[in-house]
């Protein structure tokens, strides 16, 4: 089970961290991502990490900006996010991947989602 939570509403320029929480399994052997969902889009991929954050990997529109981090032993993923955009308001998600290392972009290479978190940043 993973649960996200950190969103809220901000306004452009402002931060904000994201977590997500594992609970029942342990995530820790699982590349982890973020993807969003903003209101009539399809989703989209924003970041991933390794196994052991060794490795991260950030859509174009956010890189620079988001910074993808993990403690594995709090089981628990983060997305620090700065320099919020109006363009960034979506549904965030976290979802475990099928590799532990190979990072992927496409919501199809993730078996297990959390729910999202709703983040909204006004212009």
């Known amino acids: 089970h993973l649960q996200a939570s950190g969103g809220g509403s901000v306004p452009a320029g402002d931060s904000l961290r994201l977590s997500c929480a594992a609970s029942?399994?342990?995530?820790?052997?699982?590349?982890m991502s973020w993807f969003r969902q903003a209101p009539g889009k399809e989703g989209d991929f924003v970041a991933a990490?390794?196994?052991?954050?060794?490795?991260?990997y950030y859509s174009a529109s956010v890189k620079g900006r988001f910074t993808i981090s993990r403690d594995n032993a709090k089981n628990t993923v983060y997305l620090q996010m700065n320099s919020l955009k109006p363009e960034d308001t979506a549904v965030y998600f976290c979802?475990?991947?099928?590799?532990?290392?190979?990072?992927?972009?496409?919501?199809?290479?993730?078996?297990?989602w959390g729910q999202g978190t709703q983040v909204t940043v006004s212009s």
């Open positions: 979802a475990a991947s099928r590799y532990y290392s190979s990072l992927r972009n496409s919501p199809g290479d993730h078996d297990h």
């Open positions: 029942g399994r342990t995530f820790s052997s699982s590349a």
């Open positions: 990490i390794s196994w052991n954050g060794g490795a991260t």
